[in-house]
């Protein structure tokens, strides 16, 4: 059985963890911290989970997951506090999966350059980027995962296997991606207060968005050049999901069945990534409470354009879920453990 810890079990991606990490079957959850709940019963704060999780919220210390004997520890963080938590983690011989953004770029000066200065530069070699579907065999031997972001999930799992083959114009990339509103974070503001979103459809940070340096840089390694693509995102007034819709422009020749049977030997052996048939696309709907990524296409015969869509619940596949995915590879597991529940019917 092994040990768990959530440092940050109070944000909406921390409470997914719990509520996964509860009915995982190899898996004790022996600890949760948070600053905000300290001392208080996790129950209480989230009352869905009462008769099922009865562990009380502490605050971290490093003692505390040495003394627990924790064998794999989540940092369900805001920015910039993984870094000092998670060198002494990793000194302390546990392994760790970071949802923050602080462990997923290869380039620190990136890193730095769209958050703040990086305290723990050091370790940053030693991070495999967990986008579980593509680096399936460095995670197993790692011992820091730095759990992708929601957008690029639902962005590069469509994009990859196309990337790799070479079968669209790597100039051409446009990604529409639209979010739930938990994508925001547990904390109040002013533009996810329900009257400013109910009923409401926006874009938002056109251009400055910080997921497309990660998603540039990933797409970079996969393609051996540098890309640039355009990256809008959108809110939108549902709790949980993200649609994703990208463009690019097919090279010569390239047929939809081309491009679909390019995806099918891609994830041929990935059991959370469903290609759809010809005229079915996603829907965030199906996807809702799982470790899905769904992904359908179009290919435009008069333009000469690919159409892609992806789906994913931005809390499960995008956050939590995915972190649980990747540390089922890292422990040697079956990476389907604990994340086979059902999808909603409606």
């Known amino acids: 059985m092994i040990s768990a810890g959530i440092i940050g079990a109070t944000g909406y991606a921390g409470a997914e963890l719990v509520r996964i990490l509860a009915g995982h079957p190899d898996v004790e959850l022996k600890t949760i911290t948070s600053r905000q709940?300290?001392?208080?019963?996790?129950?209480?704060?989230?009352?869905?989970?009462?008769?099922?999780?009865?562990?009380?919220?502490?605050?971290?210390?490093?003692?505390?997951?040495?003394?627990?004997?924790?064998?794999?520890?989540?940092?369900?963080?805001?920015?910039?506090?993984?870094?000092?938590?998670?060198p002494g983690l990793l000194d302390a011989g546990v392994k760790v999966v970071d949802l923050s953004a602080d462990f997923r770029f290869k380039n620190v000066a990136t890193y730095e350059e769209y958050y703040q200065?990086?305290?723990?530069?050091?370790?940053?070699?030693?991070?495999?980027?967990?986008?579980?579907?593509?680096?399936?065999?460095?995670?197993?031997?790692?011992?820091?995962?730095?759990?992708?972001?929601?957008?690029?999930?639902?962005?590069?799992?469509?994009?990859?296997?196309?990337?790799?083959?070479?079968?669209?114009?790597?100039?051409?990339?446009?990604?529409?991606?639209k979010s739930g509103v938990s994508g925001a974070g547990r904390s109040v503001s002013l533009t996810t207060h329900f009257c400013e979103v109910n009923e409401g459809f926006k874009a938002y940070k056109i251009g400055s968005h910080r997921h497309t340096p990660e998603m540039e840089e990933v797409l970079g390694r996969v393609a051996g050049e540098p890309i640039r693509l355009t990256f809008v995102p959108h809110l939108v007034p549902v709790t949980r999901g993200m649609l994703t819709t990208i463009y690019a422009k097919l090279k010569d020749g390239l047929k939809e069945d081309d491009i679909r049977g390019c995806m099918l030997d891609r994830y041929s052996s990935s059991p959370f990534v469903r290609v759809f048939p010809a005229n079915k696309l996603p829907n965030i709907s199906y996807v809702r409470g799982t470790n899905f990524c769904d992904i359908g296409l179009k290919a435009e015969e008069k333009t000469g354009r690919l159409i892609l869509i992806s789906a994913i619940d931005n809390l499960v596949k995008g956050a939590a879920g995915q972190a649980v995915q990747n540390m089922n590879i890292m422990m040697g597991l079956d990476e389907t453990s604990g994340l086979c529940n059902n999808p909603f019917p409606v």
Do not use: W
């Open 37 to 86: 709940y300290a001392n208080d019963n996790f129950a209480d704060i989230y009352p869905s989970m009462t008769g099922r999780v009865q562990l009380s919220c502490r605050e971290y210390s490093l003692s505390t997951f040495i003394s627990n004997k924790i064998d794999v520890a989540f940092t369900a963080l805001p920015h910039k506090l993984p870094m000092e938590f998670i």
């Open 117 to 177: 200065p990086h305290s723990a530069g050091d370790v940053v070699e030693k991070a495999v980027y967990g986008l579980s579907e593509i680096n399936f065999n460095d995670i197993q031997h790692a011992s820091l995962v730095g759990n992708p972001g929601c957008y690029p999930t639902s962005v590069l799992l469509p994009l990859i296997p196309l990337v790799e083959n070479r079968l669209i114009d790597l100039d051409t990339i446009i990604a529409d991606s």
